[in-house]
């Protein structure tokens, strides 16, 4: 384009020269247009209604609305205000603005500057060449191109409600500088705010770390993950570990108990372990010299003049026994545990009855007689009942059987020389029935004859039977 600043200024003396109502030719235009399509080399300038007139330069320059501009070769201006300037450069919707070759303002209030710059959606403003926008967000500088545009509802990193967000700004893999410091939570901060943070986090951490070093602190498993069960003291161990001051009196099972619970819980029961004292809670009769109790074994409890528990997890209860057993118990004087995981309550030649034992519920409770006498009782009337069953059963069976003999015994026999017989007979026996069915036949000299029986009983039984006899 030759002598554009020239051309622009004839255009808008000619505009002005432009009446409203009768419009003008311009001097370089044949006729008037509707809309405006400049010729290779020519300027043209169309008036359409009132005072507005678009302008065109550049060979195939368009502007379909009478307000937009078109200035460049092929240069498209398509809606109201739109303005298209460079070669090949494209402003389509209204109140575009595509500046630069190739420049493409593609919607609504967007704008594109730069080669080949692209804004392509409503309101996106894109800067510098190959510079690319989308809904509502800006792309500065060459390259720059913006991914996601105006957002609702989405997840930001450290926030836990969903966000908005009015569009975005993408200026392509650069350093931002001579950015004054951030002062509302919706500004941008610099790298002199983010030190000072920095700064700031490392003396409140430091500070925190101090404190926590004289914290109690769960313990750590071994993923890292925090063990509310554990709680290591980190007293020297050497030294007797760490000392708890100023613990309260415990009131739950579960609290810690302090040594003053700790002293009165140990006299209550000292003064409730006597020898031969009058009316103590737990009392033993014997010498403490000469009769002493032995737990050897261990966590192993002996109580008792010369009680012995050897075994592990053993105890002797009782003047004289011994469980000398792994987890044996010895109960009552002379007794003796020499198996492991049983309990006795006597020795050989010393054995004892264990009274009021309530009933047993589980399969493993011990039971007592009235619980064995029923049991007993119960099963003999089992026994008994079953044999009844199977006696009756087996007697009816038998009777049965004997009807069904007296119906096949019923049966007719053939007579004729030749001649064969079917017949059919009944019995009964012993409240018991019986169909007997038979096919018998003489040969035709009468020497030969043939049988073929069966029958049926009430009880369910089949029978048969087959026969052949010869006269002489």
Known sequence: MKNMNGIIANQIA??????????????TQPRRRAAGRALA??????????AHAAVIAGSGAVSVDPTGVAIGETAFSGGVNAIA?????????????????????????????GDTAQANAFQSLAIGANSMATFISIALGSGSVTLFGAQIGYTAFGLGAPQTSSGEVNVGNRTISSMAPGRADQDAVNVAQLKAVAGKLDGDVTALQKRLDGAVMYDRNADGSVNRDS?????????????????????????AVNLGQLGAMVGNAVSNITVNTANP????????????????????????????????????????????ADNAVALGQGSVADRANTVSVGAAGQE?????????????????????????????????????????SA????YGGAAAAIAMAGLPQAVLPGRGMVALA?????????????????????????????TASTRGELGASIGAGMHW
């Open 395 to 398: 007697r009816k069976d038998s």
């Open 231 to 255: 709680i290591t003291l980190q007293g020297d161990p050497a030294g007797g570990g760490t000392q708890l001051h100023n613990v309260a009196n415990a009131v739950g099972s579960q609290d």
């Open 85 to 113: 300037l460079g070669d090949t450069s494209t402003a389509v919707g209204n109140y575009t603005t595509a500046l630069g070759a190739h420049a493409r303002a593609m919607a609504g209030a967007s704008t594109a500057i």
């Open 41 to 50: 080399g020519v300027l043209l300038m169309v008036a359409m209604t009132g």
């Open 281 to 324: 809670m737990f009392s033993a009769e014997g010498a403490p010299v000469s009769e002493p109790a032995l737990a050897t074994g261990t966590h192993s409890i002996a109580a008792g003049a010369n009680a012995q528990a050897s075994g592990t997890n053993a105890v002797a209860l009782g003047a004289g026994a011994n469980a000398s």
């Open 352 to 392: 004892r009855q264990i009274a009021n034992v309530a009933a047993g519920v589980q399969g493993t409770d011990a039971v007592n007689l009235n619980q064995l006498n029923q049991s007993m009782g119960n099963a003999v009337g089992e026994a008994k009942a079953y044999t009844d069953d199977q006696v009756r």
């Open 426 to 454: 009944a019995g009964t026996y012993g409240g018991q029935s019986a169909m007997a069915l038979g096919v018998s036949q003489l040969s035709d000299s009468g020497k030969w004859a043939y049988k073929l029986q069966g």
């Open 14 to 27: 000619h505009r002005r020269a432009v009446s409203s109502t009768h419009p003008q030719r311009c001097p």
